[in-house]
């Protein structure tokens, strides 16, 4: 069960728990601040708690807050989470949601929060001003990643994308045309098709699979949320795949792509990244989220470089901790 609680910022104490907190009056949640997504992920947290902050008999917000290993953890069982202020907000409402979060913590004898932000094309305004409040009211940057992602308002074509491209981007994609590559959506009933390629990838790269088969089926059922899987086949062989998330109307999440490496000098990564390009511009979205080309704060450069190529754009995502006196 997921708690409710309201703190009172001006009585400085928490209310009576609620059986819900009105969020009509705020920002679309993103798929990983959704209930739906919460009710399955709190098996993996000691408690799971929907937070909201009043001040003068005011609702400021609220947020998702599991408690893990002594702490608050926003997330705890996704990349990134929000903290959603009402419409109109100003700068001081962020404040004392914050302050409020820091008291109700002392108030559960919590000294240790960490929050990681999604990064800044998931409302630019909002995170900007969570990131500078976190650190006004002492949190700390703990880590900040790289984050790449694509801004499909730019793309018009394959071809104009290829042609605007440097030229070893442009050398690579008609290198790898020319392979006679099969790019296609599956059904979701043959996501297991993409997931055996990202397994295969991951396990040759060393890089970890953080989302079993059986949860990604799991989160493929869920009401709240759209899943879309892709491959590249060649002579009917998968080579390569993605598994990718609508996060929000506007803004999609590529949360695995990669190939087999053994087919590596087929340059199949050098094709498929385009052609999901094309197919979510043809979607209307916005933004397709590439992820991160750090972790824990540390760059990948060759990543970074390879996802420039192709021609995204980079900005940060911030995690912050603060620990109590």
């Known amino acids: 069960m997921i708690k409710e609680y309201v703190y009172d910022l001006e009585r400085d104490e928490i209310c009576e728990e609620r059986d819900e907190i009105d969020i009509l009056d705020y920002m679309t949640p993103i798929f990983y601040d959704i209930r739906e997504f919460h009710e399955y992920h709190k098996k993996f947290a000691e408690e799971v708690v929907r937070l909201g902050v009043t001040n003068n008999g005011r609702m400021l917000g609220y947020c998702y807050l599991g408690m893990k290993e002594g702490s608050f953890r926003m997330p705890y069982s996704s990349p990134f989470s929000l903290i959603y202020l009402r419409d109109g907000y100003k700068v001081n409402d962020a404040l004392h949601f914050i302050e409020g979060l820091k008291r109700f913590a002392e108030k559960r004898d919590i000294k240790k929060i960490n929050v990681t932000l999604a990064p800044d094309i998931y409302g630019r305004e909002l995170v900007s001003v969570l990131a500078a409040s976190l ?15 694509y801004d499909l308002s730019n793309f018009v074509s ?7 491209s440097v030229h ?33 990838n991951r396990e040759q790269m060393g890089y970890p699979l953080k989302i079993s088969k059986a ?49 590596r000098n087929e340059r199949v990564m050098d094709f498929m990244p385009i052609k999901i390009f094309e197919a979510y511009k043809k979607l209307g979205k916005r933004y397709l989220d590439i992820g991160p080309s750090s972790e824990d ?22 995690s912050f901790e603060y620990i109590a006196d």
């Not at 394959?158 to 605007?164: A, L, M, P, T």
């Not at 050398?171 to 390629?197: G, I, S």
């Not at 009401?223 to 009917?236: C, G, N, P, Q, Y």
């Not at 704060?297 to 911030?318: D, H, M, P, R, V």
Request: glycine fraction near 4%; charged fraction near 25%.
């Open 215 to 263: 949860q990604m089926n799991d989160l493929i059922k869920m009401d709240s949320l759209t899943v879309r899987a892709f491959i590249v086949k060649k002579e009917e062989i998968a080579i390569a795949a993605a598994i990718i998330f609508d996060m929000t109307n506007d803004i999609s999440q590529v949360v695995y792509w990669g190939d087999i490496p053994e087919y």
């Open 297 to 318: 704060g540390i760059i990948n450069a060759g990543l970074a470089e390879f996802k420039q190529a192709l021609g995204c754009s980079t900005n940060c995502k911030l």
């Open 168 to 200: 070893k981007i442009q050398k690579k994609f008609k290198r790898a045309v020319k392979r006679n590559f099969v790019f296609e959506e599956l059904n979701l009933d043959e996501f297991e098709t993409a997931y055996d390629v990202i397994k295969i």
């Open 158 to 164: 394959v071809e104009e994308h290829i042609n605007k």
């Open 135 to 149: 650190f006004s009211q002492g949190f700390s940057i703990k880590i900040n990643n790289l984050n790449n992602y």
